[in-house]
């Protein structure tokens, strides 16, 4: 895998059609609790339309879905989101946002099957809502990524070494700080994660 470039040399591809740079494929999952902002980073920054597989939420879904905190979320996804990133250095990433529920749990390790790694975002305002997707990312073995979607609203009183407590992160664990409804910001977040990829990549072929 080629090292990761900063979020300026990203270069979109024109229409549908991959790069002709293209060298690394990579399968990425971005992962996180309901509500907390996959599709809208998968919308920031993918050169192809993105594919959503969203439905409005219902009263049937009322006792399920918790709104703590994200009372304004009229959707969910159900499936996937997908979408497409091309990076300088010949690396595109496939995007897959996962369901945040526990009831779509069955579609893990289907989604998850041939990804490299994800990037887990988490809303600081309910940090207790991403035990369960960080518990399904660390059972299936994946290298991941924190980014902390910076909410309006959001404390901004929590230092770095609080946070990694409350996630129980191990230390080699990227976290970071981004706005998911910008582009830059979303890039440089998967960056970090693709840093982790290539470091992981490099101490197991040592």
């Known amino acids: ?9 990203a270069s ?17 999952l971005v992962a996180g609790p309901f509500g907390v902002g996959k599709t809208t980073l998968i919308d920031s920054v993918s050169e192809i339309r993105p594919l959503h597989t969203e439905e409005h939420l219902s009263e049937a879904s009322a006792s399920v879905d918790d709104l703590a905190g994200v009372r304004d979320k009229t959707t969910t996804t159900v499936a996937i989101d997908f979408g497409r990133v091309s990076l300088a250095g010949g690396v595109v990433l496939y995007l897959f946002g996962t369901p945040g529920q526990e009831r779509f749990r069955s579609l893990w390790d289907d989604i998850a099957y041939g990804a490299l790694g994800a990037l887990v975002l988490v809303d600081s305002r309910r940090i207790d809502a991403s035990f369960d997707v960080l518990g399904l990312v660390e059972e299936s073995g994946l290298p991941y990524a924190v980014a902390f979607n910076a909410f309006p609203d959001a404390p901004r009183h929590y230092g770095e070494a609080q946070l990694r407590r409350a996630l129980d992160l191990e230390p ?8 998911a409804r910008d582009t830059n910001s979303s890039v440089d977040a998967l960056l970090a994660l693709v840093d982790h990829l290539i470091a992981t990549q490099e101490a197991v072929s040592r």
């Open 172 to 179: 080699g664990t990227p976290m970071v700080t981004c706005d």
């Open 12 to 28: 979109p591809a024109d229409g549908i059609h991959l790069p002709d740079t293209a060298r690394d494929l990579v399968k990425i």
């Open 1 to 9: 895998m080629a090292s990761a470039p900063s979020s300026t040399s």
